[in-house]
């Protein structure tokens, strides 16, 4: 089943189209990466799931329910974290999640025990009782996180969510993302980072200029074949000597100690069934095999260029 569903889901702000004919489909239970770069439309897209913005044209389906006609039905069961945080400036942390815990119809002691636990889960739980206007933009973005878990939604939509986290506060956001995904809940997340969304999602939609471009799971969609390879071996010299004996190599070069090697794409079968032989028969170890350029790097390089982080 489809938690969200759009049929040609179109806003214009006056005569600018933001989003047009957008028709996304999220199963339930995957991880879906919302992918574009700055100004796609992503955003607009997701506030209007949420229904703070109002479609110009279009229908939004979440749960088998309207947005926004059953508005309230719907975010009862969804964990929203936008892009900008919410601004609650004289709270503290842990009052804010309280009032939230709250407002979603918690009782007092059940909101306190939940905005406990988050805080500990996001990593703000040493700064509980910091106010929220002198917490960092990346602090700021962790209470949001921890807001959008408060109800325990079955839907997390989450806008951008790693913007503002340094490198580490990305892999442990990452780290709860996957964690939250085994069990059970369905993730939206908006972000322009290739390799971010690589890591923790399997479902992909990926918008230019408000249009979708390419939809659906990750590895259906990147089952191109690759014929560029990054390869590291324990005799790199010995390698070397039979990629540039073998007439199906293209190229074969040398950086870094990293063998770079373009194989003919008829003769990639060949390739692998000869390159490990000669290596296992030769004593020589391999520590690194892998395409040079990411499956889903390589579509977005295709479609259009995107910003592409390491
Ligand atoms: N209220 C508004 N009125 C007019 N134009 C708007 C409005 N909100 C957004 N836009 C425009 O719509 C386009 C899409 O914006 P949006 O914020 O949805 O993009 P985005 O994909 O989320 O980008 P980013 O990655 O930079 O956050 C932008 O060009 C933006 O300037």
Known sequence: MELIRTEKLTKFFGKRNVVYNLDLRVPEGVVYGFLGPNGAGKTTTIKMLTGALRPTYGEIEIFGMNMPRERVEIMKRVGYMPEKPIAYENMTIFEFLTYMGRLSGMKKEEARERAKELMAYVGVGRIALNKMKELSSGQKQRVMFAMALMPDPELLILDEPTANLDPLGRIEFIGRVVELSKKGKTIFVSSHIVSEIEKMCNYVGIINQGRMIAQGKISDLTQIEENEYDVVTSDNDRAM????????????????NVIR????????????????????SNGIRLKLFKPHTSPLERILMEKFSLEVEG
Do not use: C, T
């Open 241 to 256: 000597e039979f990629l540039r004996e073998k007439p199906y190599i293209r190229e074969a070069w040398e950086e870094d």
């Open 261 to 280: 090697v373009i194989v003919e794409p008829k003769f990639l079968d060949e390739f692998f069934l000869a390159f490990p032989k000669y290596l296992s």
